[in-house]
């Protein structure tokens, strides 16, 4: 196995999604990135997320696609540098039309909270201490 | 450190999932696993799966379990070193329950096809040639 992921999801809007992500932080691949799909760059070389519209997600599947707010099937879960990091990104995502469907969880070594996107897939940002 | 990614994805059945898992060849890692979830090293240090039970996964949400044989919300893609390990895999895959929703695809420089786990959640692998 390779050290690359892609995270394919289906969103609603793609430039709504698009810039959604990009107040997060993210970036996206141009080389990857059409009217259909975008390609977000979590960590450069081994972790993507693409977001493709529905209509485009729909042609992978013989199934229908989930409402992911009504409905869920995967947390992605992301590791993070700092407690910081967690908290930051949560704050970015609320304030750019996400929610937080909980309080953040602190269990000293391990710190964890979660935000929704806008089309209701649940993201996890957990920090945990470095082991001594 | 680097970035991790960890894939929680409920399952019906904790060992029946993890004996699918293991039949493609995939590890766990004993640390991350209990009777409610069991941690499938894809990279090590870099990306997991986490299966976990249905009753477990919903105490972590506030919405119902999609079912993910009647319809899905992810697609998790995961890049192969060789042609053979995009074949093997979904082999391996249909054997031990799965399924493979659609023949795998030629372009030459790439080839790709996904299985659907016995829960129905879907895998695509994808070998490109290098650049």
């Given at each position: 196995?390779?050290?690359?992921?892609?995270?394919?999801?289906?969103?609603?809007?793609?430039?709504?999604?698009?810039?959604?992500?990009?107040?997060?932080g993210y970036g996206f691949n141009p080389q990857f990135t059409n009217e259909s799909g975008a390609c977000m760059v979590i960590a450069e070389g081994s972790i993507y997320a693409m977001l493709l519209t529905e209509p485009f997600f729909k042609t992978f599947i013989d199934k229908p696609i989930v409402q992911a707010k009504e409905a869920t099937?995967?947390?992605?879960?992301?590791?993070?540098?700092?407690?910081?990091?967690?908290?930051?990104?949560?704050?970015?995502?609320?304030?750019?039309?996400?929610?937080?469907?909980?309080?953040?969880?602190?269990?000293?070594?391990?710190?964890?909270?979660?935000?929704?996107?806008?089309?209701?897939?649940?993201?996890?940002?957990?920090?945990?201490?470095?082991?001594? | 450190?680097?970035?991790?990614?960890?894939?929680?994805?409920?399952?019906?059945?904790?060992?029946?999932?993890?004996?699918?898992?293991?039949?493609?060849?995939?590890?766990?890692?004993?640390?991350?696993?209990?009777?409610?979830?069991?941690?499938?090293?894809?990279?090590?240090?870099?990306?997991?799966?986490?299966?976990?039970?249905?009753?477990?996964?919903?105490?972590?949400?506030?919405?119902?379990?999609?079912?993910?044989?009647?319809?899905?919300?992810?697609?998790?893609?995961?890049?192969?070193?060789?042609?053979?390990?995009?074949?093997?895999?979904?082999?391996?895959?249909?054997?031990?329950?799965?399924?493979?929703?659609?023949?795998?695809?030629?372009?030459?420089?790439?080839?790709?096809?996904?299985?659907?786990?016995?829960?129905?959640?879907?895998?695509?692998?994808?070998?490109?040639?290098?650049?």
């Amino acid at each position: 196995m390779n050290k690359q992921i892609f995270v394919n999801l289906p969103v609603k809007d793609l430039d709504k999604s698009k810039a959604f992500f990009n107040a997060l932080g993210y970036g996206f691949n141009p080389q990857f990135t059409n009217e259909s799909g975008a390609c977000m760059v979590i960590a450069e070389g081994s972790i993507y997320a693409m977001l493709l519209t529905e209509p485009f997600f729909k042609t992978f599947i013989d199934k229908p696609i989930v409402q992911a707010k009504e409905a869920t099937e995967v947390l992605v879960c992301l590791s993070c540098e700092s407690r910081e990091e967690v908290d930051g990104l949560v704050a970015k995502a609320v304030a750019a039309g996400g929610h937080t469907p909980r309080p953040p969880q602190d269990h000293g070594f391990m710190y964890a909270h979660a935000f929704e996107d806008l089309d209701g897939h649940i993201w996890e940002l957990v920090w945990m201490a470095p082991q001594a | 450190m680097s970035k991790q990614v960890i894939f929680n994805l409920p399952v019906k059945n904790l060992e029946k999932s993890k004996a699918f898992f293991a039949s493609l060849g995939f590890g766990f890692n004993p640390n991350m696993s209990n009777e409610s979830a069991a941690m499938v090293v894809i990279e090590k240090d870099k990306i997991s799966a986490m299966l976990t039970t249905e009753d477990f996964f919903r105490s972590l949400i506030d919405k119902p379990v999609a079912q993910a044989k009647e319809a899905n919300e992810v697609i998790i893609c995961l890049m192969c070193e060789t042609r053979e390990e995009v074949a093997g895999l979904v082999e391996k895959a249909v054997a031990a329950g799965g399924r493979a929703p659609h023949p795998l695809e030629d372009h030459g420089f790439m080839v790709t096809q996904g299985f659907e786990d016995i829960d129905g959640h879907l895998w695509n692998l994808v070998w490109m040639a290098p650049a």
